[in-house]
């Protein structure tokens, strides 16, 4: 089993930044792929960002291209999310989440963490 803890999330202004991170405890899958998703109020579950095992590859929604970076730590199993100039439409609640190496290109997870509130104030 795996369990994915993340943290950092908060209350910012909009145009100010979050830096969230995912703790993975646990046997996790043989060079997993992490990735992001969030849920809006009244939203489904939206992909953000993900990276592969290498850290070589990383993607991201058109939605939060050029403002937030995924990266990875793996000697520390622990994956990232930076997120620079925010706005109140990325108000959400941010789920890590850990796949196998071909889940970066299915977008299928099987490991999800609980999830952490980011809230962006006009």
């Known amino acids: 089993q795996v369990q994915l803890t993340e943290s950092g999330g908060g209350l910012v202004q909009a145009g100010g930044s979050l830096s969230l991170a995912c703790a993975a405890i646990?046997?996790?899958?043989?060079?997993?792929?992490m990735g992001w998703y969030r849920q809006g109020p009244g939203k489904e579950r939206e992909f953000v960002a993900a990276i592969s095992w290498s850290g070589d590859s990383t993607k991201y929604a058109d939605s939060v291209k050029g403002r937030f970076t995924i990266s990875r730590d793996n000697a520390k199993n622990t994956v990232f999310l930076q997120m620079d100039s925010l706005n109140p439409e990325d108000t959400a609640v941010y789920y890590c989440?850990?796949?196998?190496?071909?889940?970066?290109?299915?977008?299928?997870?099987?490991?999800w963490g609980q999830g952490t509130q980011v809230t962006v104030s006009s």
């Open positions: 989440a850990a796949g196998s190496s071909t889940s970066y290109y299915t977008m299928k997870y099987d490991y």
């Open positions: 646990g046997r996790t899958f043989i060079n997993p792929c």
